[in-house]
């Protein structure tokens, strides 16, 4: 007996002039061509059977289904609805295959499975001819597309036919041969097939194996389906979360994607208990102090690193340690803020964090412009000149003397001059003060503990102290007597130990090194004598008018004059290599940075200017006073400049850009006469013969961990 011969293999061809008719042919044309996928399948789905017939269709097929068992029975309702449920993207998956479809790309492209459902047929479509149901595209094998198994409830011939059609793909004949009962060809079950090619126990074995096929698909139809309806394909999936492979097999998953790391969760590997400890330290060490601060939270192992002494040290010393840029050293203006020193170099035993947190809090007032005033009081005039350190305060005034003050107490603590310039009581009288005031102590002059400190040396000023300057061991002044005076400062009494003689005028400013004394006057020159002999090397001149402030750095040396322009010095050569001109009238101050590369000028224009000291450009002029700028000094490291004026005003600046972003006018009831800082203050003297030392470390928290050993 022969087999059947599948409906496919004689399938009519299509083409533009062959009538719908022929799809329903009983006995097919010859073949004259062979068929592409997109002729014999139709691209578009055709809404053409009725709920209630769908079901009837679902039924008859089971009452078809010989030899199939009662679980193949229920299978077979499950396979032939999900061939209409699969019909969807089976049709889409063919029309992606096809190479002649004419279909444009946005046809192609796959729906979703909230249109699946919306392209079942309805209870109101009207039922098509068995030609039209025959136009149905047929569904792949190997569908991933879920199937839904219902109860039977009525069976329909008329809505049998597509569901013949679709099942007709599952089990194709082994022998090819005409038929033109289509229901009986497609539901009959493989088993009774007889075949004639194969012998009888290898076509049992065959029909047994291609039928257990066949079930395991509808099992895996069945699964797909339940786990459809327990939610676990929802339709709000994307097209692109269904690939196909190169056979337009649907390879659509039913279960979701759980990415392992989702599931276990890694233990993560701390690596600071697996690196040294000096290797955790350098790392750590590269963090600012914000992410440090953020490290020490991670964990109990992150903390005890990150808290660490040697961190917090190498990160505060980064932050906050100068740099030293040329040879000799500078001489340092009040103190460096980085804690006690041993050899030369921070010591290494210090509360660093705090130490930090300090620093920050003080920077922060510099930007806010909120210090607490200190003033000190004791000198009967105008107090010309003044330098710090950590410990103490040296000033000259016009009355003749120096004082010496305790930076811890803010006392004076030692007065130095003549029998003749002894002060009286009462003097200075008392003046305005700030309301940010703190201390103030009343004047010691004309008191048992005035005269006390009172100390008339072996060689004195017998005029207006103009000028001053010291190291760890000289001081050196300058008056308005035409000399300076060398002062030991290695003891507790401070010792003149020779005279400076040359000018010829007022001496105006004073410096020096481990090398050398600079000093200029009124009569235009600068001096250059040797620091241990107290010989004159060698005179600079060059200036038309008093030179009124100098300053060095290594072999170089900068001045200002009356005459409007300030000077650049080789000391090797003595030769002006470059001209720094003011726009207008005379200049009374000027500073060298740290590092040789800009020099600062103000006068009598009201402004600061800066100069590029390689090409003698200037860099701006953005400081503006309203009167003379009798005093500059020039903080780079921390990025700031102070000026005093004789407008009673101090103000504050950003060294690269000059913007002023804090002004102190009227603290003092007269002109400005000299201002200098450090890290945490500004001490600024007055014609009305006060210093006033603004504080922005007073109360700070750790401000006493930043102060150096004495």
Not at 316 to 329: D, Q, T, Y
Not at 541 to 566: E, I, T
Not at 626 to 640: H, I
Not at 689 to 710: C, M, Q, W, Y
Request: with cysteine.
């Amino acid at each position: 007996m022969h087999r059947r011969q599948s409906i496919l293999s004689h399938r009519p061809k299509t083409s533009s002039d062959v009538d719908d008719d022929a799809y329903t042919s009983a006995a097919p044309p010859p073949h004259t061509m062979k068929r592409t996928i997109s002729q014999t399948f139709p691209t578009h789905y055709q809404h053409d059977v009725k709920d209630t017939n769908m079901l009837d269709a679902v039924n008859e097929a089971t009452m078809h289904a010989d030899g199939l068992s009662q679980h193949s029975q229920a299978s077979s309702f499950s396979r032939a609805f999900g061939a209409v449920a699969g019909s969807f993207t089976r049709q889409k998956t063919r029309r992606r295959m096809s190479s002649v479809s004419s279909a444009t790309p946005a046809q192609r492209r796959r729906g979703s499975i909230h249109s699946l459902f919306e392209s079942l047929p309805s209870s109101s479509a009207s039922q098509k001819s068995t030609m039209d149901q025959q136009r149905m595209p047929l569904q792949h094998q190997d569908s991933g597309i879920p199937t839904f198994q219902l109860q039977p409830q009525s069976t329909s011939s008329k809505a049998f036919a597509p569901f013949k059609r679709l099942s007709s793909m599952r089990r194709r004949p082994t022998a090819p041969g005409p038929s033109t009962d289509i229901t009986k060809a497609l539901f009959t079950p493989a088993v009774s097939y007889p075949s004639q090619s194969v012998p009888g126990a290898a076509a049992r074995q065959a029909a047994a194996a291609a039928n257990q096929d066949r079930q395991n698909q509808l099992r895996r139809e069945q699964e797909h389906t339940h786990r459809f309806l327990n939610g676990l394909i929802t339709t709000s999936m994307r097209d692109d979360d269904i690939k196909d492979n190169e056979s337009g097999v649907d390879m659509t998953c039913a279960s979701p994607i759980v990415r392992a790391d989702s599931v276990t969760e890694k233990k993560m590997i701390d690596p600071f208990q697996r690196l040294p400890a000096e290797l955790a330290t350098t790392v750590l060490s590269n963090l600012d102090a914000a992410s440090l601060v953020r490290a020490e939270r991670v964990s109990r192992s992150w903390n005890e690193h990150a808290s660490s002494p040697h961190v917090w040290r190498n990160v505060f010393l980064r932050k906050h340690e100068p740099e030293v840029h040329v040879s000799p050293a500078p001489i340092q203006m009040g103190g460096l803020g980085t804690g006690k020193m041993a050899g030369g170099n921070p010591a290494p035993a210090q509360d660093w964090k705090q130490m930090f947190r300090a620093r920050s809090t003080i920077d922060g007032r510099w930007k806010t412009g909120t210090p607490a005033a200190i003033y000190l009081n004791g000198h009967t005039d105008s107090v010309y000149c003044c330098q710090f350190d950590e410990n103490k305060a040296i000033t000259g005034s016009r009355d003749r003397t120096i004082r010496v003050w305790d930076l811890k107490t803010y006392k004076c603590i030692r007065v130095y001059g003549g029998p003749n310039h002894r002060p009286t009581a009462n003097t200075p009288p008392p003046m305005e003060e700030r309301p940010e005031r703190v201390i103030s102590h009343a004047s010691l002059n004309g008191t048992k503990v005035g005269n006390e400190i009172y100390t008339v040396p072996a060689d004195y000023h017998d005029a207006s102290i103009l000028c001053l300057q010291y190291d760890s061991e000289i001081m050196v002044t300058g008056s308005s007597d035409y000399t300076c005076i060398v002062w030991d400062i290695t003891g507790d009494e401070y010792v003149p130990m020779y005279r400076l003689r040359g000018h010829e005028a007022g001496v105006l400013d004073v410096c020096l090194d481990d090398k050398y004394i600079i000093s200029c006057s009124k009569d235009a020159m600068i001096k250059v004598w040797d620091r241990k002999t107290g010989n004159c090397v060698r005179t600079l001149k060059g200036h038309r008018g008093p030179v009124n402030a100098v300053q060095l750095r290594g072999n170089f040396l900068v001045s200002a004059s009356g005459d409007g322009v300030a000077k650049l010095w080789n000391l090797e050569t003595g030769v002006s290599i470059k001209d720094f001109p003011s726009e207008d009238r005379g200049l009374a101050a000027v500073e060298f940075s740290d590092d040789a590369k800009y020099v600062l000028a103000g006068g009598n224009d009201h402004v600061v200017y800066k100069f590029d000291a390689s090409t003698g450009e200037l860099v701006h002029s953005r400081v503006k006073h309203d009167g003379l700028v009798r005093s500059l000094f020039l903080d780079a490291f921390n990025g700031r400049i102070v000026s005093g004026s004789y407008d009673q005003s101090i103000q504050v600046s950003d060294y690269e850009t000059g913007q002023t972003y804090a002004v102190y006018k009227n603290w003092t009831t007269s002109w400005i006469l000299s201002a200098k800082s450090d890290y945490r203050r500004v001490v600024a003297t007055s014609q009305d013969g006060r210093t006033l030392i603004l504080d922005f470390g007073h109360n700070v928290p750790g401000s006493e961990l930043l102060a150096g050993s004495k």
